[in-house]
């Protein structure tokens, strides 16, 4: 079936940029997608790239694709304390609905 | 954004017996639903796809009979983890799609954390 792999963790300092990365096997995916999750909590969208796009930016948020490669990054500038949470990349395929979910990365920021 | 509701947020329950967990669609109809299943410090996985007035379609290695899946209206789904072990304890998550979006979201509910002792 198909893959999508990302780092567990990352630790950054307040005021940094964070980088989150993703590789993913599918290769009719349509939309990557990234989710945030905070403790005990569900799933909340912040970001989506269609896969014909190299980059999409929403105001802290920067997402490349590298659709040759297979990866997906995601860039939160200026990272806040709040920011510290579970980030889930998500593919979905052109053939269905269905989200395949990464291993996701746990974001810790410090001050 | 489109709001979707769990019913417990968590519940604990005696081994051998049954629970029934919500996922209501609150402010828009979904013909579509998804329950996911979530292990400590591990991601998402799929366990089946709800159709509004039709059978429910589970992942590989989900057992139908155990996972009981009812999608009897537009913004309801329920599953019923039926005479529930420990093993079963697990944070469950679901999902509705809005059809409404521009490219058919998914928006998640805040989960039901189900212990069984």
């Known amino acids: 079936g198909e893959d999508v792999e990302q780092s567990l963790f990352l630790s950054v300092r307040e005021g940094d940029s964070s980088v989150i990365n993703c590789t993913y096997t599918?290769?009719?995916?349509?939309?990557l997608y990234w989710y945030k999750q905070e403790p005990g909590a569900g799933l909340q969208l912040l970001t989506y790239?269609?896969?014909?796009?190299d980059m999409k930016q929403d105001q802290r948020l920067t997402v490349l694709l590298n659709k040759k490669d297979k990866h997906l990054s995601l860039r939160i500038a200026d990272t806040q304390t709040g920011d510290s949470a579970i980030y889930f990349c998500?593919?979905?395929?052109?053939?269905?609905?269905?989200?395949?979910f990464g291993t996701g990365t746990r974001l810790q920021v410090f001050p | 954004g489109a709001v979707v509701s769990q019913h417990p947020s968590w519940v604990i329950c005696k081994s051998g017996t049954s629970v029934k967990i919500e996922c209501r669609s609150l402010?828009?109809?979904?013909?579509?639903m998804f329950w996911y299943r979530q292990f400590p410090k591990q991601s998402l996985m799929l366990m089946a796809t709800?159709?509004?007035?039709?059978?429910?379609?589970?992942e590989q290695g989900v057992e139908k009979d155990k996972f009981l899946i009812n999608h009897a209206s537009l913004t309801l789904s329920t599953l019923t983890v039926t005479s529930a072990h420990p093993e079963d304890s697990s944070f469950y998550i679901c999902?509705?799609?809005?059809?409404?979006?521009?490219?058919?979201?998914?928006?998640f509910g805040p989960g039901t954390r189900l212990t069984v002792l």
């Open positions: 998500a593919d979905r395929s052109d053939n269905t609905d269905k989200l395949i």
């Open positions: 790239i269609f896969s014909n796009m």
């Open positions: 402010d828009f109809q979904a013909t579509t």
């Open positions: 599918d290769s009719s995916s349509t939309y």
């Open positions: 709800s159709n509004e007035g039709s059978k429910a379609t589970y």
């Open positions: 999902s509705a799609r809005d059809t409404g979006t521009a490219y058919n979201e998914q928006f």
